[in-house]
C-alpha cells in the first residue's frame, strides 16, 4: 500500500475551519484515500474516504488533487472535541486483498479556544 | 445498529495468566480485523479473519497469540502466559465487504489489557 506523510501537528482557533494536509505521491489506480481520528483513549473513528472525485459528508470534505499524489481533509467549522489525532491512510482496492488498514503517526489535531 | 462491542473495557491480568479479548462485529459484518495499540505508540495490524478462517495474521506474534471467528459468536483474541509487554489497547474493527475496499472498517473502543 502507498505511503503516507502527514504533518505531526497542526493547530487550529475554534469555529475556524481546519485544513489536514496529506501527501500520498505513489498512490495507484485502485488505492482509496480513507481519513480516520483517534480521540485520546478511543478507538478509531472513520471520517471519508473517496478515490479520485471530491467527497462530502456530515463531519467533513475530502479533497483530492487531479494527480492523486495528495488530498485535504476540512474540518468547516473546528471544535474544541476535534481534538484528536487524524490518520490519512492509502487503501487497496480489489479481489485478493484483505482491505486492512496501515496508520502512520498521524497530524495530532489541537483545537484552541 | 449498535457499532462494534468490545469487552471487557478493561482487563487486569497476572504474568503468566490468559487473556481472552472479545469483539462483537456491527450487524451483517462479517469481517474482523485486530489492532494493538501500545503506550504512546501507533496503531498496529495483528490480524484479519472471516467467519471460520484467518485471513492475514501477517501482524501476529508467532507464539502466545491467537485468535479466531467462529460460526456463531464474537471473535476472540487470546494471549497466553502474559507477560508485562502484553499490557497494550486491543482494538477490533468489522467491515462488510473488502474486496472493493469501498467498505471502511468501523473499531470498537476497546480493551485495554494491563499485565502486573
Known amino acids: 500500500d502507498a505511503k503516507t506523510t502527514q504533518p505531526p501537528s497542526m493547530d487550529c482557533a475554534e469555529g475556524r475551519a481546519a485544513n489536514l494536509p496529506c501527501n500520498h505521491s505513489?498512490?495507484?489506480?485502485?488505492?482509496?484515500v480513507y481519513w480516520y481520528r483517534q480521540i485520546h483513549s478511543q478507538g478509531p473513528q472513520y471520517i471519508i474516504h473517496g478515490l479520485k472525485n471530491n467527497e462530502t459528508n456530515e463531519m467533513a470534505s475530502l479533497i483530492i488533487t487531479e494527480d492523486r499524489k495528495s488530498s485535504t481533509l476540512i474540518l468547516p467549522h473546528a471544535t474544541l472535541r476535534d481534538t484528536a489525532v487524524y490518520y490519512c491512510?492509502?487503501?487497496?482496492?480489489?479481489?485478493?486483498?484483505?482491505?486492512?488498514?496501515?496508520f502512520g503517526q498521524g497530524t495530532t489535531l489541537q483545537v484552541k479556544p | 445498529n449498535a457499532g462494534v462491542m468490545q469487552n471487557p473495557r478493561h482487563l487486569v491480568r497476572r504474568r503468566g495468566q490468559e487473556a481472552r479479548l472479545r469483539c462483537s462485529p456491527m450487524k451483517g459484518h462479517s469481517h474482523v480485523y485486530w489492532y494493538r495499540q501500545l503506550p504512546e505508540e501507533g496503531l498496529k495490524f495483528m490480524v484479519y479473519?472471516?467467519?471460520?478462517?484467518?485471513?492475514?495474521e501477517s501482524g501476529m506474534p508467532k507464539e502466545r497469540f491467537s485468535a479466531e471467528f467462529p460460526k456463531e459468536g464474537p471473535s476472540i483474541l487470546r494471549i497466553q502466559q502474559v507477560v508485562r509487554g502484553d499490557s497494550a489497547a486491543y482494538f477490533c474493527a468489522s467491515s462488510l465487504r473488502t474486496g472493493t475496499s469501498n467498505s471502511p472498517l468501523h473499531f470498537g473502543n476497546g480493551t485495554r489489557l494491563t499485565v502486573t
Open positions: 479473519l472471516q467467519k471460520e478462517n484467518i485471513i492475514d
Open positions: 491512510i492509502v487503501r487497496r482496492s480489489g479481489s485478493g486483498n484483505t482491505g486492512k488498514l496501515i
Open positions: 505513489t498512490i495507484s489506480g485502485n488505492e482509496y
